[in-house]
Nanobody
Framework: QLQLVESGGGLVQPGGSLRLSCAAS????????IGWFRQAPGKEREGVSC????????NYAASGTGRFTISRDMGKNTVYLQMNSLTPEDNAIYYC????????????????WGQGTQVTVSS
């Protein structure tokens, strides 16, 4: 069974940091592109970052460029999203998702999803 489980969300003050984890089972993270998405209340789900399967190349949405870093640990079969300099605009549920092809920012093209982890940035 293909499964993704996110963790690491929580409450953080503006300017703070969080590291989200996405643990995979039933497949390995180096055989699938793994994307991070987020969805704020009343808004559509949007892509945040993605790491490709073959060479581990990464890409970021404008909202995360310079603040977020995606990485993977194949020994733990886990993908991480390090988020720094968080602002209230980053409040959302964060999801990771997998697809067997290349990275894309379109959520509908990902087949496996985690349950999400809440990130709240507030003083």
């Amino acid at each position: 069974q293909l499964q993704l489980v996110e963790s690491g969300g929580g409450l953080v003050q503006p300017g703070g940091s969080l590291r989200l984890s996405c643990a995979a089972s039933g497949f390995t993270v180096d055989t699938n592109a793994i994307g991070w998405f987020r969805q704020a209340p009343g808004k559509e789900r949007e892509g945040v970052s993605c790491i490709s399967s073959r060479d581990g190349s990464t890409n970021y949405a404008a909202s995360g460029t310079g603040r977020f870093t995606i990485s993977r640990d194949m020994g733990k079969n886990t993908v991480y999203l390090q988020m720094n300099s968080l602002t209230p605009e980053d409040n959302a549920i964060y999801y990771c998702a997998a697809r067997s092809a290349w990275c894309t920012g379109s959520p509908r093209l990902y087949k496996v999803w985690g349950q999400g982890t809440q990130v709240t940035v507030s003083s």
